[in-house]
């Protein structure tokens, strides 16, 4: 199965710390439940923790990685649109070793998500 693995969150310049968790804490369940598009979701791993944090417990704030079939894709954007609206939000896209990383300040440049991940995808399978 083609998966991505979308890591996204507000945009740490106009959202404080605070704003960003709550965004997290409440879009987690809704993405494990309500969204059939995502297989799984996670708060994301920080895989440079400070020293002294407990290892496979670090999280960055307000982060949160979906992965999501290519196939589902568009309900995955839509959901978050329907959800997010127009606020502003940092998305990093992996496939593979590929990574694309996209802000979006507005349903139609989150939209442009799906074009970004296409093109991802013919460019690791060109057959």
């Known amino acids: 199965?083609?998966?991505?693995?979308?890591?996204?969150?507000?945009?740490?310049?106009?959202?404080?710390?605070?704003?960003?968790?709550?965004?997290?804490?409440?879009?987690?369940?809704?993405?494990?439940?309500?969204?059939?598009?995502?297989?799984?979701?996670?708060r994301t791993e920080d895989f440079n923790p400070e020293s002294g944090s407990k290892p496979g417990f670090?999280?960055?704030?307000?982060?949160?990685?979906?992965?999501?079939?290519?196939?589902?894709?568009?309900?995955?954007?839509?959901?978050l649109g329907d959800r997010l609206g127009d606020k502003p939000l940092k998305i990093t896209v992996t496939k593979g070793n590929e990574t694309v990383t996209i802000e979006a300040h507005s349903r139609q440049e989150l939209e442009q998500l799906e074009e970004i991940a296409l093109r991802m995808h013919q460019k690791l399978n060109p057959n």
């Open 1 to 42: 199965m083609n998966i991505l693995e979308i890591t996204f969150g507000l945009d740490d310049t106009q959202f404080d710390e605070d704003d960003r968790s709550a965004f997290a804490t409440q879009l987690l369940p809704l993405l494990r439940n309500d969204c059939e598009a995502v297989v799984k979701a996670d």
């Open 58 to 79: 670090a999280t960055l704030i307000g982060l949160l990685t979906a992965e999501v079939s290519m196939k589902s894709l568009k309900i995955f954007i839509d959901f």
